[in-house]
Structures are given as C-alpha cells and as structure tokens.
C-alpha cells in the first residue's frame, strides 16, 4: 500500500502510529493513515483488516500529567 521511501510501518507493527498521514478530518475526530490505519481523536485505532484497537486512556485523574 506505501509508496514511501523509506516505507512506513505496516498496520501490524508496533509503530503503526508513525505512517504518514493520507486524511486528516479533526472536525470528525479521526486521521487515515498511509498504512490503511483510521487513527481516532481519543487515541483508539481500527485497523484494515477490522481488528479495533481500544483508546489508551489514564486511568485516572490523578496519573495525568500537565505543564507547569
């Protein structure tokens, strides 16, 4: 499917996240990315072959970090 040099990691690999953008809608909340990856606002993923990856999200208020 990439047609990048050098490619970008499939959608079975660790780093699928870093693929290059091919659609970007924030106002719908999600981003399709050069390996067949849909790449939601809230961190979730679906992945071409269906397989749905959960949001990552802190457990709880207390873990998350800010700026100071």
Same mark, same amino acid.
């Given at each position: 499917?990439?047609?990048?040099?050098?490619?970008?990691?499939?959608?079975?690999?660790?780093?699928?996240?870093?693929?290059?953008?091919?659609?970007?809608?924030?106002?719908?909340?999600?981003?399709?990315?050069?390996?067949?990856?849909?790449?939601?606002?809230?961190?979730?993923?679906?992945?071409?072959?269906? &397989?749905?990856?959960?949001? &990552?999200?802190?457990?709880?208020?207390?873990?998350?970090?800010?700026?100071?």
């Amino acid at each position: 499917m990439c047609q990048h040099q050098p490619l970008c990691p499939s959608a079975e690999s660790a780093d699928r996240e870093s693929a290059r953008l091919v659609a970007h809608h924030p106002e719908q909340g999600w981003s399709l990315l050069c390996n067949g990856v849909l790449l939601f606002e809230d961190t979730g993923e679906l992945l071409p072959d269906g &397989r749905i990856i959960a949001p &990552r999200r802190p457990l709880d208020g207390a873990q998350v970090m800010t700026a100071a």
